[in-house]
């Protein structure tokens, strides 16, 4: 396995980081800001396009979005309802409006498209690689180093509270809604966090044994090539196509 | 001509804020050549001991001379570190990074050398630890045995002038506690080496002491 979203070798793949993370920041705003529904459709068959020339594995990705269209279903169990204007199908008592099916929609298509373009760009670097393209388009060194340290503890921290867990098993706990449950909770909670500061120390010292001062370099040196000209000149046409969709 | 010096230790004495003192006095000196085997009961000051040599803990009292220089201030310290090699006790605490390859590269990149020597050392490092192909592995995947041998790689591509390593072998199965002395050897590194594994130490100290009551015997 490979902290990569989805590792391959695609045109995608062998883009320059930095102009990814500059295409996830305008395709994002593209579907966002897009207010007709050709310019939002215009979006999310862009982001197809993006995430087929990334060749990026259908489940996964399906499940990815699928979290994303989780929060959209509370969007469609009230929006109909709520926006005034022409009555549309009705459900039990409830009628639904005709505009507000309609932003209920569109407002899906903008995410979906606005989500699978990220994945697309995303889910092509390693994390290194991203941190790194961030850290040269300019985003603080701490906050990129917080970033790439969170993603290699959080698992760490995880598997110590399994691991807690299960030493709470093996003496015969069992959660219950009574004051015993809350306090092994807290201490579970509290030891978790006492044990993640000397961690951080550990951590930190070992970092210290390495010749760190206080600077996070990184291994990446980018190259800004023919491909990447090419295709900042095709994303510049296809923000411009949609752009001007969203005009009319 | 008898062989150098590379730490010297002088009445050193150590307490943790409001505790017994841990070292009452503790003098050492570790020569070029040697593997040095430091046992001694827990809470005996075996890790105290590495910290203060590393300057990650400053000593009450005495000298820590590193490389014929007393070392005293952090900088003194962060001039010696990358030379000797620390690998901890517990691998987690050392690879940080998502992948072996970035954090074999970690030490390189402090020292701002270019990158060809960079991924020349990364390479360099895998094919001695017998992990070649590992590069985009990610840390938090791999085994006990590979995360510890991962770790001292990451000690390894500093090219340090010794090893200092707490614990190597705690948790470890017999086949990688043999690689794990293949690959001393084939660093033919000096190291100073904290174990309670006795038949580990008898195969690879020249020297043994023990360490109680604030003191080295």
Not at chain 1, 100 to 123: P, S
Not at chain 2, 108 to 117: D, F, K
């Amino acid at each position: 396995m490979t902290c990569d979203l989805n590792p391959g070798r695609s045109v995608l793949h062998r883009l320059d980081p930095r102009l990814k993370l500059l295409a996830v920041t305008a395709w994002s705003l593209l579907a966002a800001l897009s207010r007709t529904g050709p310019a939002a459709l215009f979006a999310l068959a862009g982001a197809l396009a993006f995430a087929g020339l990334g060749r990026l594995a259908p489940g996964p990705t399906a499940k990815r979005l699928s979290a994303v269209n989780f929060f959209l279903v509370f969007i469609w169990l009230f929006l109909p309802f709520s926006v005034p204007g022409e009555p549309g199908p009705a459900l039990g008592g409830l009628s639904a409006t005709k505009p507000g099916l309609e932003l209920a929609l569109l407002l899906t298509v903008k995410v979906n498209a606005a989500a699978l373009g990220a994945l697309a760009f995303f889910g092509t670097s390693s994390v290194t690689q991203l941190a790194a393209a961030a850290r040269r388009l300019g985003a603080p060194e701490k906050l990129t180093a917080v970033f790439l340290l969170t993603l290699r503890y959080f698992h760490v921290l995880s598997l110590e509270y399994a691991r807690l867990r299960q030493a709470l098993k093996v003496r015969a706990f069992r959660p219950g809604l009574n004051l015993h449950t809350l306090r092994t909770y807290a201490n579970l909670v509290g030891i978790l966090l006492v044990r993640g500061v000397d961690r951080a120390e550990r951590v930190h010292a070992a970092m210290l044994c390495r010749g760190y001062t206080g600077r996070f370099w990184f291994h990446d040196h980018f190259r800004f090539t023919g491909l990447d000209w090419l295709g900042a000149v095709l994303l510049a046409i296809l923000l411009s196509g949609g752009a001007a969709l969203n005009a009319f | 001509m008898p062989s150098e010096t590379l730490i010297s230790l002088r009445d050193l004495t150590f307490a943790y804020p409001g505790g017994p003192p841990v070292l009452k006095g503790l003098n050492l000196d570790f020569r070029a050549g040697e593997t040095l085997g430091l046992s001694g009961a827990n809470g005996a000051g075996k890790s105290t001991l590495l910290f203060l040599i590393m300057g990650l803990a400053k000593p009450q009292g005495g000298t820590v001379e590193i490389f014929g220089r007393p070392r005293r201030t952090e900088r003194d310290f962060q001039e010696v570190r990358p030379s000797l090699g620390f690998v901890f006790q517990d691998a987690n605490d050392q690879l940080f990074c998502p992948t072996v390859a970035d954090d074999l590269a970690f030490g390189p990149l402090n020292l701002g050398l270019e990158h060809e020597e960079i991924h020349r050392r990364v390479a360099e490092a895998l094919d001695m630890l017998g992990l070649a192909g590992f590069e985009r592995r990610v840390t938090y995947d791999l085994s006990g045995g590979e995360k510890k041998l991962v770790a001292i790689g990451a000690a390894l591509t500093l090219h340090p002038r010794l090893l200092i390593l707490d614990e190597p072998t705690a948790a470890l199965d017999p086949g990688t506690v043999s690689r794990l002395e293949d690959i001393l050897a084939a660093s033919g590194l000096p190291a100073l080496i904290v174990s309670h594994d006795q038949d580990f130490l008898a195969r690879v100290a020249t020297r043994r002491l023990t360490m109680a009551d604030g003191f080295l015997f």
